[in-house]
């Protein structure tokens, strides 16, 4: 039997359709088409509709292994579902970042037989919008140290309090805590800075949040940066900074259009991580993609405990979104690592202990139904399942009057995820969901961290460093606790603990430190190690990756 083909093999070999084909399924007019080569366009703000009528679908998942579950693949499998029974469906995704593109995960275009295209274009570079993200951000940076040296327009900054850091797309922690200024007074005011990854910057996560431009200035410009030697804040539009770093912005602000391997349109736009940002695709693309199709399916980042749960808390709250169903991904091969199986024997028929892991779905299940909804489980299926495995997680569902389905989506393309895509039909035409968040925005920070800590992660409360303390205080002064929180936590556990796998009992987990996004508009607590500035592992996905004399890239997943 021959090797199942790459994921680059595969879309390689796709017959890939000129984007104004796509764009005109849409009902989208060539004349409002931006393009970016003949396979990738840019969109018109002016297509959302003030009252978009699509029906909307989350796809989240169970806390997932390090290599990923699936669920971008699963979105777009359930995307070219949907169209396969007959409905017009779009999917609506974040765009990747480079830093696990190189690093361990891979990129971020689904795969096997239900990836967007062009694959490598997507997952390197695309149109350019993490690079105006990273230059907008870099830009305040300049300003700000240029406004230490500049005693003619100087604003009095403290550099001990400034917050704003620089950004790349690489994962290098080597970047984290850096000395900058140094050699002299030429060379400007030394002091302590660090880089974030570009996916954790705020002007990622106020591109993400922004409903059109003047929106977008209007974030750019309550940006905190630090304070005055007296103590008053000093913001982005202290700095004149607001209309440059828009206009670095002026492209990346477009949602880009692709698609599927099976010719149905995908909208990428935004690329926030979930683990140490909102997780979650731009308002824009979303609002654009209802405008356009009777069925939006987008997804947010990792575990239900991070990407979903900000999304309902966070972006659907900003946006006046609610959705209309909710799947939850989960893989045989993730049931086992929760348990307890090692990583060599994920693969080994073990029904036991796919039941004693289905601990970690049940919450996340729970994790859903706390907002009203009610999720369809979808099976992502690895050759390797066994049947007893599968039925297994369907019975358990059942139990928790949650349907589950398998998808074979990675394999047999749109119609591999037909069921899945019947049965999301019919949970949103039953329409039983009432969708409410479980925090109120008038509730203190303190109340609405323990909120998410205890129902959401099943903790037994939280605790908070003399550090944390200090900051909380200093963001209450500020006048921004009636912001919502966007918890910056791994996603590799319900837990701050990436060894407490499960579903763990009798633990509480500890905010570090806080940080703040006024722009974006939430609070961010910092729990455990998490990092916004990610290192490589020992052996990098970059070692596989190359290409050759006729620009054909080999590696890329």
């Not at 909102?278 to 693309?285: C, D, E, H, K, P």
Request: hydrophobic content about 40%.
């Amino acid at each position: 039997m021959s090797a199942f083909p790459s994921d680059i093999e595969i879309a390689q070999s796709a017959k890939i359709r000129p984007i104004k084909e796509i764009a005109a399924k849409l009902g989208i007019s060539e004349d409002d088409l931006e393009y970016y080569g003949k396979y990738k366009a840019k969109l018109p703000l002016s297509l959302q509709k003030s009252n978009p009528k699509g029906k909307l679908i989350l796809v989240t998942a169970m806390s997932p292994t390090r290599y990923g579950e699936g669920k971008t693949t699963m979105s777009v499998g359930l995307c070219d579902g949907l169209n396969y029974i007959g409905k017009k469906a779009m999917a609506v995704l974040r765009e990747p970042s480079l830093g696990p593109v190189f690093g361990v995960k891979g990129g971020a275009a689904g795969g096997g037989y239900v990836q967007v295209i062009p694959m490598e274009d997507i997952n390197l570079h695309f149109t350019g919008d993490f690079n105006a993200i990273e230059k907008a951000n870099n830009l305040l940076s300049a300003l700000i140290d240029n406004n230490l040296q500049n005693t003619k327009h100087s604003l009095n900054l403290d550099p001990r309090t400034i917050a704003w850091k620089r950004v790349m797309d690489m994962n290098d922690r080597s970047l984290r805590q850096i000395i900058v200024g140094v050699g002299g007074k030429a060379n400007g005011v030394m002091r302590e800075d660090g880089f974030n990854i570009t996916p954790a910057s705020e002007i990622m996560a106020i591109l993400c949040m922004s409903k059109d431009v003047n929106d977008l200035k209007e974030r750019i410009g309550n940006i905190y940066v630090g304070q005055t030697w007296t103590g008053e804040p000093v913001f982005a539009r202290d700095l004149d900074a607001v209309g440059a770093m828009t206009v670095l912005l002026k492209d990346a602000i477009k949602p880009n259009l692709v698609q599927t391997i099976e010719g149905n349109p995908a909208i990428i736009h935004g690329g926030p991580f979930a683990s140490i940002a909102q997780g979650t695709n731009t308002i824009i693309a979303t609002k654009t993609g209802l405008s356009l199709a009777d069925y939006v399916v987008t997804e947010a980042g990792f575990g239900a405990d991070l990407g979903a749960e900000k999304f309902l808390h966070i972006k659907c709250r900003a946006a006046g979104f609610a959705p209309d169903a909710v799947v939850v991904v989960a893989t045989i091969r993730a049931l086992k690592h929760h348990g307890g199986v090692g990583k060599d024997d994920l693969t080994t028929p073990n029904v036991s202990a796919v039941k004693k892991g289905f601990g970690n779905l049940q919450k996340h299940i729970e994790n859903v139904q706390q907002f009203g909804l009610t999720p369809i489980v979808v099976i992502n299926s690895f050759p390797k399942d066994t049947a007893d495995e599968s039925e297994a997680v369907i019975d358990l569902c059942a139990a928790e009057g949650v349907k589950a389905v398998v998808s074979t989506a990675f394999v047999d393309g749109g119609k591999g995820s037909s069921n899945l895509a019947q049965a999301v039909v019919e949970a949103i035409e039953k329409g039983q969901n009432n969708f409410a968040p479980l925090y109120d925005l008038d509730e203190t920070l303190e109340q609405k961290i323990e909120t998410i800590a205890t129902k959401i992660y099943g903790a037994s409360g939280v605790e908070y460093t003399s550090k944390a303390k200090s900051q909380l205080n200093q963001i209450k002064k500020l006048g921004y606790a009636k912001m919502p929180v966007c918890m910056v936590k791994t996603p590799a556990s319900l837990s701050d603990n990436d060894k407490l796998i499960g579903r763990p009992k009798d633990f509480k987990v500890n905010v570090r430190e806080f940080e703040f996004a006024a722009g974006a508009g939430f609070v961010i607590p910092i729990l455990g190690d998490v990092m916004r500035m990610p290192g490589l592992p020992s052996e990098p996905n970059s070692m596989n990756i190359d290409i050759d004399e006729n620009g054909k890239i080999v590696g890329l997943s």
